[in-house]
């Protein structure tokens, strides 16, 4: 499963970092890929950030050089350090993973809502950024 946490109110250009901790995943023939995605009020899931097992990165354009994901590998903690952040960057955060060497954003915006093709979805952190 996974469990995020770290979500809060902040202002405009401020920062926040979400962590999110797998436990008890079973390791299988493909490496875990693990990803960001985001929900505001109203609208449609979306990806954000995803981080392949081979440590290469995919953003977004609207939160690119913004939002910085990572992982520690001693404690299965994956995170997302959000920079400069803005009103509209107000969602819910899910953090979520899949058995895949690697993935592509496209790609996971096409297989599309409800489950974007993952294995396991947290619960969410909420985020929230007034002006």
């Known amino acids: 499963r996974l469990v995020e946490s770290g979500g809060g109110s902040v202002q405009a250009g401020g920062s926040l970092t979400l962590s999110c901790l797998a436990t008890?995943?079973?390791?299988?023939?493909?490496?875990?890929?693990m990803l960001w995605f985001r929900q505001a009020p109203g609208k449609e899931r979306e990806v954000v950030a995803a981080?392949?097992?081979?440590?290469?990165?995919q953003y977004v354009d609207s939160v690119k050089d913004r939002f910085t994901v990572s992982k520690d590998k001693s404690t299965d903690t994956l995170y997302l350090r959000m920079n400069n952040l803005r009103p509209e960057d107000s969602a819910m955060y899910y953090c979520?993973?899949?058995?895949?060497?690697?993935?592509?954003?496209?790609?996971?915006?096409?297989?599309?809502?409800?489950?974007?093709?993952?294995?396991?979805w947290g619960e969410g952190t909420e985020v929230t950024i007034s002006s």
């Open positions: 008890d995943i079973p390791y299988r023939e493909y490496s875990l890929s």
């Open positions: 979520a993973a899949v058995h895949s060497h690697s993935v592509n954003l496209g790609a996971i915006r096409a297989l599309g809502a409800p489950n974007f093709g993952m294995d396991y």
């Open positions: 981080l392949n097992s081979d440590g290469t990165t």
